[in-house]
């Protein structure tokens, strides 16, 4: 999707587990900041091979995911669904 804000994909309806709130507030984090990253193609802590995936779930349709460390160390991730109605941010235990 073309876009002048660098936004390659549509979020749809945001949603987060209990453990991925209780860690944006425990370190102060604002969501939007990584929802930011991820819809821009930002990946986060992905190693290449997972990096690759994301850009090719891009072109065919697939789900994508990111993955970030909050101040604290936490990791959180950031999952958008293939058909892009649902993006779910939650702590890796919690997938």
């Given amino acids: 999707m073309p876009s002048t804000n660098g936004v390659r994909f549509e979020l ?44 090719l779930s891009l072109v065919a349709g697939f789900r994508l995911l990111s993955g970030y460390s909050l101040p604290d160390g936490t990791r959180i991730w950031i999952i958008t669904e293939a058909d892009r109605s649902c993006t779910t941010l939650l702590l890796p235990e919690e997938y």
């Fill in 12 to 55: 749809g309806r945001v949603v987060a587990t209990p453990g991925a709130l209780d860690a944006l507030r425990r370190t102060h984090s604002g969501a939007w900041t990584y929802l930011r990253r991820h819809v821009v193609g930002d990946w986060g802590d992905l190693d290449t091979a997972d990096m690759a995936e994301n850009e």
